[in-house]
């Protein structure tokens, strides 16, 4: 059954669930965020292989700039 699966095709895998894992616990535990937007980040991630977490990261980076950033500047 898996006779042609490579090492390459294990570490892509694997790259992808602990991807897609980080950015489904990350989202979870968001306490900003309402279920709603919640599951609208939940149905990017797993419907978007790769560009989903890739997505989330992006949108985690710049909320974080934002609240980092003074409201007066």
Same mark, same amino acid.
């Given at each position: 059954?898996? %006779?042609? &699966?490579?090492? #390459?095709?294990? =570490?892509?895998?694997?790259? !992808?669930?602990?991807?897609?894992?980080? +950015?489904?616990?990350?989202?979870?535990?968001?306490?900003?965020?309402?279920?709603? %937007?919640? &599951?609208?980040? #939940?149905?990017? =991630?797993?419907?978007?292989? !790769?560009?989903?977490?890739?997505?989330? +990261?992006?949108?985690?980076?710049?909320?974080?700039?934002?609240?980092?950033?003074?409201?007066?500047?």
């Amino acid at each position: 059954m898996f %006779v042609n &699966v490579s090492y #390459t095709h294990l =570490v892509i895998v694997v790259s !992808y669930l602990a991807a897609m894992i980080a +950015a489904l616990i990350s989202i979870w535990r968001s306490s900003e965020t309402g279920t709603g %937007v919640k &599951v609208y980040w #939940t149905g990017i =991630v797993v419907l978007l292989p !790769y560009v989903g977490p890739l997505m989330w +990261a992006i949108n985690l980076a710049i909320s974080a700039r934002r609240r980092s950033t003074p409201s007066g500047a």
